[in-house]
């Protein structure tokens, strides 16, 4: 019995290379004959000449440098002003930490898993005055 059902499972041994063969009949279809057909056009004999003497390659090539460098200058000042400290409020600034404070409260985790709400005021007040002494 035990053999019938392993032999039921067991997949017909001409699928595994069928399956694996359509992956390839795609990347040979849509990517390596294109690749092919381009590299047969390009390196024949003055093709890189031509392309290189083509008029406007001047131009392209300018604005791909001017563009690149703009990009780069535009992404690396967003990124420093990102990371710069910023002046705050006092209270927007120990918002996070007071928030911190709340959320790691011993006290209030374990009145909230016993399912207990905990008292609100006393945690913010604690976390306020604990947020204040450590300002």
Same mark, same amino acid.
Not at 14 to 21: G, I, S, Y
Not at 46 to 59: E, F, I, K, N, T
Not at 64 to 71: E, G, I, M, N, P
């Given at each position: 019995?035990?053999?019938?059902? *392993?032999?039921?499972?067991? &997949? ?8 694996? *063969? ?6 040979? &279809? ?12 390009? =390196? !024949? ?11 406007? =390659?001047? !131009? ?6 001017? !563009? @690149?460098? $703009?990009?780069?200058? +535009?992404?690396?000042? @967003?990124?420093?002003?990102?990371? +710069?400290?910023?002046? @705050?409020?006092? @209270? *927007?600034?120990?918002?996070? %930490? %007071?928030? %911190?404070? &709340?959320?790691?409260?011993? !006290? *209030?985790?374990?009145?909230? $898993? ?7 005021? $006393? ?8 947020? %204040?002494? $450590?300002?």
């Amino acid at each position: 019995m035990d053999r019938d059902r *392993a032999a039921l499972n067991r &997949l017909p041994r001409w699928l595994v290379p069928a399956l694996a *063969a359509l992956p390839v009949v795609g990347l040979s &279809l849509f990517f390596l004959w294109p690749l092919g057909t381009l590299l047969v056009r390009v =390196l !024949q004999p003055g093709s890189v000449g031509d392309a290189l003497r083509a008029p406007g =390659l001047g !131009q392209v090539l300018w604005f791909t440098l001017w !563009q @690149a460098v $703009a990009s780069t200058a +535009l992404c690396s000042t @967003a990124l420093v002003i990102r990371w +710069l400290p910023r002046p @705050a409020s006092r @209270a *927007a600034s120990s918002a996070p %930490r %007071r928030a %911190r404070l &709340l959320l790691s409260d011993p !006290q *209030a985790v374990k009145m909230t $898993a016993d399912g207990a709400t905990p008292n609100r005021s $006393a945690n913010v007040s604690r976390a306020a005055s604990t947020a %204040r002494a $450590a300002a």
